[in-house]
């Protein structure tokens, strides 16, 4: 409603058919003599996976009402009838090797294991889209609240065309051609991966597991409509539009200190990132429901860059059971999250770098099975996780200038998408 006597009513209908194929072959080998068996290990995976989304008829319905009186007009900031055909194809290959060598730990009987090996991954993707949308002749029957009337074959009609100029176009009814060439488009991804890894024993508590990853990252959407890129090389002739193409060093360090037998304290630190998704990086602009925000991706978001430290503290009181708490803080750089887009007058969100935010919270793990009440019980089990965690990023420029026309005085919010606690539950049956 928009405060007064007029209502927005606005309906959606959708069908979506998913398949999956995958196709993997794996393998483990293992290399040693008699006296040290398994000193060197192999491990290999690969896989290719062709997935389809099909969206045969997406249709978007709205209308105003006004005590008994309906009316379609979309001169009053929403759209007409509309109606989408969405069909999405993509294919993945996925190739991972790994090696594992064994030796003898630095004061220690317990042995040293290093790791390393390599990974590559490629995704292509190809989306269409469709769209239509259904003009009121002059002569059409009016809408009364009966869609299934108004929509009627009889109430529509083929326009007649001469030329380029419509010539006939009175009489009911009629579907037009309102498809965005922004939003059909095929990407390409490719990530090449190497890392080395070393478990070491150190004395007998103390226990290192460090080493770095590489990744190399080849990223690039390809819209129909290459000029949407014209705007964003008149601002900006040295910038990539829709191109990530990256090469990072992940580095990661962790000690786990023995308390004693069944309990451990852990100290970890370790780099990560985050790629924006295709979705993010392209020119697709999806539309919810009529009336609602229309959310674009950003052709020149780059990626996350997470530092992550943690202190754990578990205590393992059985082979299947366990108290945890850990300390965790994340900091990013560059994180994506969603902002309202103030150049347009619709309502519409973007996707967009922020210049940095932080995480810090508590972690809680547990593991306990039944037995203690009866042997008939020492199989079921019961886990529960749960985190509290405090996120804040800065607003974006934007959105903090609308903000301060109202005197406040707020400058962060919490990080997009990150819940401030989150509990988890199960009751199983285990082996």
Same mark, same amino acid.
């Not at 309102?178 to 024993?201: C, E, H, K, S």
């Not at 409509?225 to 990539?240: E, H, Q, V, Y």
């Not at 309202?340 to 306990?368: H, M, V």
């Given at each position: 409603?928009?405060?007064?006597?007029?209502?927005?009513? +606005?309906?959606?209908?959708?069908?979506?058919?998913?398949?999956?194929?995958?196709?993997?072959?794996?393998?483990?080998?293992?290399?040693?003599?008699?006296?040290?068996?398994?000193?060197?290990?192999?491990?290999?995976?690969?896989?290719?996976?062709?997935?389809? #989304? *099909?969206?045969?008829?997406?249709?978007?319905?709205?209308?105003?009402?006004?005590?008994?009186?309906?009316?379609?007009?979309?001169?009053?900031?929403?759209?007409?009838?509309?109606?989408?055909?969405?069909?999405?194809?993509? +294919?993945?290959?996925?190739? %991972?090797?790994?090696?594992?060598?064994?030796? %003898?730990?630095?004061?220690?009987?317990?042995? +040293?294991?290093? %790791?390393?090996? =390599?990974?590559?991954?490629?995704?292509?993707?190809?989306? $269409?889209?469709?769209?239509?949308?259904?003009?009121?002749?002059?002569?059409?029957?009016?809408?009364?609240?009966?869609?299934?009337?108004?929509?009627?074959?009889?109430?529509?009609?083929?326009?007649?065309?001469?030329?380029?100029?419509?010539?006939?176009?009175?009489?009911?009814? *009629?579907?037009?051609?309102?498809?965005?060439?922004?939003?059909?488009?095929?990407?390409?991804?490719?990530?090449?991966?190497?890392?080395?890894?070393?478990?070491?024993?150190?004395?007998?508590?103390?226990?290192?597991?460090?080493?770095?990853?590489?990744?190399?990252?080849?990223?690039?959407?390809?819209? #129909?409509?290459?000029?949407?890129?014209?705007?964003?090389?008149?601002?900006?002739?040295?910038?990539?539009?829709?191109?990530? #193409?990256?090469?990072?060093?992940?580095?990661?360090?962790?000690?786990?200190?023995?308390?004693?037998?069944?309990?451990?304290?852990?100290?970890? *630190?370790?780099?990560?990132?985050?790629?924006?998704?295709?979705?993010?990086?392209?020119?697709?602009?999806?539309?919810?429901?009529? =009336?609602?925000?229309?959310?674009? =991706?950003?052709?020149?978001?780059?990626?996350?860059?997470?530092?992550?430290?943690?202190?754990?503290?578990?205590?393992?009181?059985?082979?299947?059971?366990?108290?945890?708490?850990?300390?965790?803080?994340?900091?990013?750089?560059?994180?994506?999250?969603?902002?309202?887009?103030?150049? $347009? /007058?619709?309502?519409?969100?973007?996707?967009?770098?922020?210049?940095?935010?932080?995480?810090?919270?508590?972690?809680?793990?547990?593991?306990?099975?039944?037995?203690?009440?009866?042997?008939?019980?020492? %199989?079921? /089990?019961?886990?529960?996780?749960?985190?509290?965690?405090?996120?804040?990023?800065?607003?974006?420029?934007?959105?903090?200038?609308?903000?301060?026309?109202?005197?406040?005085?707020?400058?962060?919010?919490?990080?997009?998408? #990150?819940?401030?606690?989150?509990?988890? =539950?199960?009751?199983?049956?285990?082996?």
């Amino acid at each position: 409603t928009s405060g007064g006597a007029i209502t927005l009513q +606005t309906r959606t209908t959708g069908y979506i058919q998913r398949a999956i194929d995958v196709l993997q072959f794996q393998g483990d080998h293992a290399f040693g003599s008699k006296e040290t068996p398994e000193t060197f290990k192999a491990d290999w995976i690969v896989s290719t996976t062709a997935a389809t #989304q *099909y969206e045969p008829d997406l249709r978007f319905f709205a209308n105003e009402v006004d005590g008994t009186d309906f009316l379609i007009n979309n001169g009053n900031g929403y759209d007409n009838p509309l109606r989408f055909y969405r069909d999405l194809r993509e +294919t993945n290959f996925d190739a %991972k090797l790994n090696f594992t060598l064994q030796t %003898k730990g630095v004061n220690s009987t317990k042995k +040293t294991e290093i %790791k390393f090996g =390599g990974a590559f991954t490629n995704k292509n993707r190809d989306f $269409t889209e469709n769209r239509f949308e259904l003009i009121n002749g002059r002569d059409a029957e009016e809408y009364n609240g009966n869609i299934d009337a108004y929509v009627a074959e009889d109430n529509l009609f083929d326009v007649t065309v001469e030329g380029s100029t419509i010539v006939d176009f009175f009489r009911g009814n *009629y579907y037009t051609d309102r498809t965005q060439r922004t939003n059909i488009f095929t990407a390409n991804q490719d990530v090449w991966a190497g890392y080395a890894m070393v478990t070491l024993p150190i004395g007998g508590k103390l226990k290192f597991i460090g080493g770095a990853r590489y990744e190399g990252t080849d990223m690039e959407i390809f819209p #129909q409509d290459s000029t949407i890129f014209d705007p964003i090389l008149a601002a900006d002739s040295t910038a990539t539009p829709g191109v990530l #193409q990256l090469n990072d060093i992940l580095p990661s360090a962790n000690f786990i200190y023995s308390l004693r037998e069944d309990m451990n304290l852990r100290a970890g *630190y370790a780099r990560t990132l985050a790629r924006p998704s295709i979705v993010e990086l392209s020119p697709f602009i999806r539309v919810h429901y009529i =009336g609602g925000p229309n959310v674009i =991706g950003n052709l020149l978001l780059e990626r996350t860059l997470i530092d992550n430290f943690d202190v754990r503290w578990e205590w393992f009181f059985s082979l299947n059971e366990l108290v945890s708490v850990s300390e965790i803080y994340k900091n990013f750089q560059r994180p994506i999250g969603l902002v309202q887009d103030f150049s $347009t /007058q619709n309502l519409r969100f973007r996707y967009e770098n922020l210049p940095s935010a932080f995480i810090y919270g508590t972690e809680i793990e547990i593991k306990k099975n039944f037995g203690f009440i009866s042997e008939g019980l020492s %199989k079921l /089990q019961f886990t529960f996780n749960s985190s509290f965690i405090y996120s804040e990023s800065p607003l974006d420029s934007g959105e903090l200038a609308i903000i301060r026309q109202f005197a406040s005085t707020r400058t962060t919010r919490r990080l997009f998408g #990150q819940s401030p606690f989150v509990f988890n =539950g199960e009751l199983a049956n285990v082996d």
